[in-house]
């Protein structure tokens, strides 16, 4: 079993909608979580992390975690065209473990 | 601050040449990652250092891997003999501490023929 899984996608959504990403993870001692978004032939880049059950918002980025289930997600309002990417989801101990991600397609 | 800094950006080898990427981290990081990404694999992480000294190589697919931080500003990943299965994308990363994400480098994109 991976240690961070995610559904692959495409994820596809019309523009303006809300964009659902989730991810689960196996090693109860993962301390945080990350959310990373990566464009075709680019690097990953940070969005937002989260620590503390509940909600994070960062503008139009919602990150939602809760321990007791091994759940994180990253919800997108206002989903752009210029959202379409893979998105990653990571865990953290003493190293970052990254799910495969989740592609995301927002067409107009 | 230029971010991380990998080199080169492309590298084309014949199977069994040596071939060395290179990692400059962010200034004042005190981790350095290098991770390998496949489409079939996602991102592995190969081995992580912490103020040079490598912690964790248990990602290092075999002997032919190496990696080395002489110190703080520069490190290496090296395989040698090259084969046509390595060609991935390299990343290297790093990082200020567990309360913050990673910066990565803008990779190493390695084909072997």
């Known amino acids: 079993q991976k240690e961070v899984e995610q559904n692959s996608g495409p994820l596809s959504v019309p523009e303006g909608a809300i964009a659902s990403l989730n991810c689960t993870y196996s090693?109860?001692?993962?301390?945080?979580f990350f959310w990373y978004r990566q464009y075709s032939g680019k690097s990953p880049e940070l969005i937002m992390f989260?620590?503390?059950?509940g909600d994070k918002e960062d503008g139009r980025f919602t990150a939602q975690l809760n321990k007791a289930s091994q759940y994180v997600s990253l919800l997108i309002r206002d989903s752009q065209p210029s959202d379409s990417a893979t998105y990653l989801c990571?865990?953290?101990?003493?190293?970052?473990?990254f799910g495969t991600g989740t592609r995301l397609q927002v067409f107009p | 601050d230029a971010g991380v800094i990998q080199s080169p950006r492309h590298e084309v080898t014949e199977m069994g040449q040596e071939v060395t990427l290179r990692c400059k981290p962010i200034?004042?990081?005190?981790?350095l990652f290098w991770y390998r990404q496949t489409m079939m694999r996602g991102l592995e992480l190969l081995i992580y250092?912490?103020?040079?000294?490598?912690?964790?190589d248990s990602g290092m697919p075999e002997d032919r891997f190496s990696a080395k931080m002489p110190n703080a500003s520069f490190s290496t990943l090296k395989i040698q003999p090259s084969e046509p299965r390595d060609s991935a994308v390299y990343f290297c990363?790093?990082?200020?501490?567990?309360?913050?994400?990673?910066?990565f480098g803008s990779g190493t994109r390695l084909t072997v023929v």
């Open positions: 989260i620590y503390s059950n």
């Open positions: 990363a790093s990082w200020a501490g567990p309360s913050y994400g990673y910066t």
């Open positions: 250092f912490n103020n040079n000294v490598p912690i964790d």
């Open positions: 090693d109860r001692g993962s301390q945080s």
């Open positions: 200034s004042g990081h005190d981790y």
């Open positions: 990571a865990a953290n101990t003493d190293k970052l473990i």
